[in-house]
């Protein structure tokens, strides 16, 4: 009896440590996969941060009775960054977002023409010759998103929001014979929309394709320290932006 009472013992012993085991062990793994769990039912909540670039297009979309219509643009690569915040609800995705860019885009333009003569001053009309490069440069972006799971990991989305962009233009030319340079910029600012997708490769790697178009219809221009408000022109052109990206980031 006291044999049968120790071998007893000892396995109810044993079926105690295998069951303090297994409940720890499912403890362990219980709080190891919950996190995971949560990310999967909504993999594209979180903060992130990305890098972006692709194809630039800028220009000026002039009205029919402006320069009988027509279109004088540039083009380039653009290359910046983001950062924003996603938060997913269901098959929803909600984000609010910010951008740096910067642009390659330029055109350069050899311009011509005769200053107006000034009979109440006597002075005639001039030759004015002036070569211009027009460049792309810095733009900032702040808006929101809106997207759709298609699959677990991949989204379609609508975008949109304000933009801020400078324009530079120097160059060198000569007014009646005389030699002139200038360095000026051009601030413009307007809305943004765009379409995209976005795929997760993991829990925190993703990658994204977008298209869109900014249209600036606000602007002023700094000459030699002056400053020109050139809200007036907006009347008859659209200063206008299309670009194709590709962006990949890191969702933490």
Not at 68 to 94: A, C, E, H, L, R
Request: charged fraction near 20%.
């Amino acid at each position: 009896m006291d044999y049968l009472n120790r071998t007893w013992s000892g396995e109810r012993l044993r079926i105690a440590r295998w069951t303090l085991s297994a409940g720890a062990l499912l403890l362990v793994s219980t709080g190891l996969s919950s996190p995971a769990m949560a990310q999967d039912e909504a993999p594209f909540t979180g903060f992130k941060v990305e890098a972006i670039t692709g194809y630039d297009d800028t220009g000026v979309d002039f009205d029919d009775d402006v320069f009988n219509g027509g279109k004088n643009s540039q083009s380039g690569w653009m290359y910046g960054i983001g950062i924003g915040y996603d938060y997913q609800t269901g098959p929803w995705v909600f984000g609010a977002e910010g951008e740096w860019s910067d642009s390659t885009a330029s055109r350069k333009e050899t311009l011509s023409g005769l200053r107006p003569a000034n009979p109440i001053a006597g002075v005639p009309a001039t030759p004015v010759t002036t070569e211009l490069e027009a460049k792309a440069a810095t733009d900032i972006y702040l808006g929101v998103r809106a997207g759709y799971t298609v699959t677990p990991n991949a989204i379609v989305y609508l975008k949109g929001g304000w933009s801020m962009s400078k324009m530079e233009f120097d160059g060198a030319g000569h007014d009646n014979g005389a030699p002139f340079t200038f360095d000026e910029h051009v601030n413009v600012d307007g809305f943004r929309l765009g379409i995209g997708g976005e795929y997760m490769f993991g829990p925190n790697l993703y990658a994204k394709a977008e298209y869109r178009y900014t249209n600036y219809n606000n602007g002023d221009l700094d000459v030699r320290g002056a400053n020109v408000n050139l809200d007036p022109l907006f009347s008859g052109i659209d200063v206008v932006r299309h670009q194709f990206i590709l962006g990949v980031g890191f969702r933490f």
